[in-house]
Structures are given as C-alpha cells and as structure tokens.
C-alpha cells in the first residue's frame, strides 16, 4: 500500500489550510504567528487547522533530547543539519568536518549524550519523523499546506513541504515568518521549487485574500495578482520583484497595529492536552500590542537584527491592551501573558499599569522594556504583575554601551538592578562581548565591580553575533568587519557564495573566530559571571539590606559570609542620600549644605566603597543595599511564556 493511499484511509473531516509549527518552537506556547493567521483565516470562512509539530517531535524523540536541541544556538545549524538529508536529499556535506566544529562550538553536547555517532544516528532517523508528520497532516485533506519559519525552523519546514509535495502533488505550499524577510524569502522561493508561495515579512494585511485567491484559482497566479511581499511561481520565470527600499526586496509592513487580530490557540491547546507531556507543560500566551522599536526607530542599537526592515513603532490603543488580556486569559483559563513585542510602550505607565494595579495584579506579565526605568516605574511594574522584563542591559561598561548605540548608561543598569530585586521583578539580562572598537581592560574593570553586586540578579555572558539587518551587517564597512554566514550553515544547505549569504540570517566576521581566544579582561569577567550565577543557584541568594532607625543604619550582608554593619553619622547620611544614584558632585553638594565637611565626605565615600557599600559608575554614586523589606524574585518556572517542569524529585534553584 503506498503512503498516500495509507493517509487516505484515516482521513479526517478536510480543512482548507493546514498551518504547521515546526521544531525547534517552544513547546511551552502556541504560535502567535499561526495563531494570528488563522484568527484572519477563520474570519474570512477559509477553514483552518493549526498543526504543532515541534510538540509531535518531542513525542517522537523525547523531552530530553528537545531540552539539549535548545541548548545549542541557532548560529550553529544544528536542527537545520538534522533535516537537510530531507530537504535536500542530493546533498552530501562533510559530516566528519560539521561535527568536529559542533564539538568546538556547543560543548553541551557531550554531557547529555550526544557525540558525533550519536547526532548522525539522530539525523538518520529524521527521515521517518517528517514522513510520519507529513502522514498526520495529510490525513486533514488540506489543500494548502503553510509552515512558519524562525531561527532553527527553516530546514525542517522545506524538509516537510518537500515531502508533502512528494506524497500530495497537487497540495499548495507555503513559508513565512522570519527567515522569509525580504532577500531570504526570495533566496528561498529561486532555489527549492517545492515551496509555491513565500511571505516576506508581516502578512496581516494580505494573507486571508493570498489564501483565498489560491483556493479559487490554484497558486499560479498572474505577477499583477500577487500581494506585495509575496513570491509567487509567476516570479521563477517573469522575474523577481524589486523596490527602493531596505536590500531591494520586497517586504510587507502592516503599517496601523489597530487591526491586529487576536490570535486563536484552540488547536494548540487541543493538541497539548492529549500530549504525553502534558502534565509537564505549564503553557504561557503569546500576546502583540505594539511592532517595532520606537528606541531602535531613534537609535539602532548596532547588533540588532530584529524587525527587517522596518523599525517603526507601531502600538494598539492602550485602551485596548487591558480587555485584551482579560479576554485571551479567560478564553484559554491562563494567566501567564507573555508580550512580545521588542519593547513596551512608555505610555503605559500612565495608563495600563495602573489599571493592572487596580485590578489586583490579575496576571503574571512579561515585557522587554529599556534599562533606564527609575525606581517608581519598576514599583509600578510590580504593582501590576508584570513580574518579569528584559529590559536591554548587554554590558555594565557605559563605553561598551557607548558602541552598542544603547542610550543608557552603566549607572543605570546597576540601579535598575537594584529596583527589580528590590520589588521583586526578574531580569533577564546578558553581558555581550567581542564588540568592535571595545578594550579588553573595560573587561576588567567591570569584573572588579561584581563582587559589590552579588546581591542582585545574574545575567549570562555570550560573544557578539552578526544579524541579518543590524547597523553591523548593513554597514559592515563602517566598523571594519568581513562577514561571512556562520559557517555551519554550508553542511546544512546546497547552497554556496553569495546564494548562501542571502539565505542565511547569522554571521562571523572573517577577522574574529567563532571561538575566539579568550583576552585576560573578558576571561576575568566570565569568570565573574560563573561565580554570581553559582552563588544564586547553590542556595538562597545573596542579601545586602538597611533599616534606617533614624540615627543608626542596620546593614545586613550575606555577600561573603553572614555580617552586620551599623552606620551613623555621615556615613549614615551618606549611604540614605545616594540610594537612587545621584552624582558625587550633586552628593557632595548636598551633604555639605547639611553642615559637612567636603574632605570629610569624600573620606566616607572612599570607605563606603570600600565595605562594598556603594559603587562609582559614570561619575555616580550608586548605594547597593536594598531597603527591608524587599520582595522575592520569582523563580524561573514562573516565566510568563510558559515553563516545562522539572523532573520529579528535582528541586528547583531557588531565587528569592
């Protein structure tokens, strides 16, 4: 019996439009992509199913192999390895050769297992997964079959669309998402003539009449029939659409964000609760209510990639942002909301945050922010259950920030540090390294900062990467790079010089090698970085608190050993007027109109630094302690965008 008449026989009720999700995506949220387009599906009577195939992988090959796949960055084309012998059967890379630098490069390989015979066993078993995926999505009768593709996606989707044109020839295939934007999508619609149709950037505006269209008529559809932003069979032999814009190709922008539907996670839901790791899976909701970057539209900060083309900044009302929330929490019974826009919109402070607030902290919320919020915004951000931001902080040198195009300063990182574990909202934040033009001595100084800050949230430390659509990539000139594709992108695609480059969204510079050698300043700062992130994970976090009985100071300190400090008089003053960071000229300034003498305060600033008290940024005088009592900081299965739960009997790191 052959596949298709093996789907045949367990067909299911036919859809219109199967949208399918494949591995790598979190299994922890829906698709707010496919969740988007099949809410404007849906509307326009075009029946459609959501398929989730990351969530049938995990089933396939196991929750433990998922976990390490994650570990591996998406620069390194690991899952894009895995599937190519799908996607491109007549492709014969160097195995020996992309294992041997997979070893170099994600050395969490080997703790959990997988050397290189492993990987090349796992690679030859992909080939049954995807005719065992494309069999489930086939026995829906579709008649189109659209992936969506991000990071680690895109080899697994041109994997399954090739073999769902293999088994179903007359089915419509269709990309989308990310690495589709503009010279990408196009680079992948000239050169894997299985895939119909590509979407290059935000397709809100076109999809329900694209879809509808191709349903009446098939996908060869005349050049003048074809939404802006999409690639059609008509292009492959009347040419390519061009435009003035961005790197000359095509890419659709959804310009008002009024319009943004909310997106339908039925299907996902319904798949998870029949999922063998359902009672692991602790789903968070994906949410939209702004698009672009309003900082990156002033500034762009220059190793970010986001966005495309288009960093305008797009927002929904505020009014709506609210009812929003309560609808799609009360449709699905979740209260983890998970925004995921680049960056919150600063008029929530006046207007959402405190509707949250008065509806008693409703949700666990997560948004990326900037880092330079002041003390009462972050209260406020707690107040209304936003319990988790990523607020931007890539280094605490203000002259790496400087290069970064980040419009803060170190000073402000500290303090914004220093408000979130004080009302308890978590961080997530990255020391960056390798930048162009950066000393390695500011690595140092940084490093000799940390042991005064062990009492706020680590961050991780990585190497600078090169993205498609940074200031690095579109004007590489300017800071002295040669880039070249991450190159294990050459063993995961057929695809070479400058077709390579135009499929591909990471890159290295040929000057600084994927696994640079280490400098003295960052080894001492990596290294600080390890010791902070051990100190929390190994037990309860460090504290540095005050009491203030109004002539004593009551200092608590955990830092290094368990120890109490009791300071009065101008050391007392002192420490309570730098609390939010002033200037030492402003401090200085203030204390002596109190009546102080100016030799005498900068002889207390020198031992309040010294006792680890207070710490010098950028002409600032930062006090460290918290003020008691401070709020605990949620612990990492809390994140709003959903957690999958630890084994049982595994305790969890606590971080409080």
Known sequence: MSSLAAVSEASCPPVDV???????AGLERPSIALGQIQTLLRQDGIDTATCYANMWFAEYFGLNLVKTLVSVPPEDALVDWLFSSVAFPDFSPDHDAYLAMMMQRAPTLLPRGLDPPGLLDLRSRIPDFVDWTASKILRRNPRIVGCSSTFQQHV?????????REMAPDIVTMIGGANCESVMGRTTHANFPWVDLVASGEADGFIARLVRD???????????AVPYGVFAPVHR???????ELGDGTPRAVTDDARGLPLPDYDDYFAELGQSLYAGVVEPGLPMEFSRGCWWGAKSHCTFCGLNGGSMAYR???????????????????IRRIEAVDNIMDMSYFKTVLPDLADRDRPFQLFFETKANLR?????????????????????LDSR?????????????NVLLLKWCR???????????TDFPGEEDDWYAEMAAHVPALLHLQPGSFIPLRYDRYSPYFNNPERYGLKLRPSPCYQYAYPLTGETLFDQVYFFEDDDRPAVPESRPGVAAMRSAIKMWVLKWRDGPPPVLTMVDTSDSLVIEDSRDGEQTTVLSGLQRSALLAADEGPSEQQLTLSLTRDGHDASRISEVLDYLVEQRLLIRLDGRAIALPLTKPHQRIPLPSAFPGGNISARPGKIESFFG
């Open 156 to 164: 697994a989707s041109l994997a399954l669309l090739r073999r769902i």
């Open 315 to 333: 927002a929904k009302p505020a009014a709506a942002v609210v009812d929003e929330m309560i609808a799609m929490s009360a449709r699905y019974d």
């Open 422 to 432: 004080q009302y308890g909202v978590r961080a997530s934040w990255t020391i960056i």
């Open 375 to 395: 003390k009462n915004q972050v209260r406020m951000l707690s107040e209304a259950g936003v319990n988790w931001i990523q607020p931007g902080i890539e280094s």
């Open 400 to 412: 790496i920030l400087t290069l970064m195009g980040k419009g803060c300063t170190a000073a402000q």
């Open 18 to 24: 199967c949208l399918v999700n494949m591995p790598l």
């Open 214 to 224: 191709v349903l009446d008529q098939g996908p060869d559809l005349a050049a003048d």
């Open 237 to 243: 032999h009347e040419g390519y659409p061009v435009t």
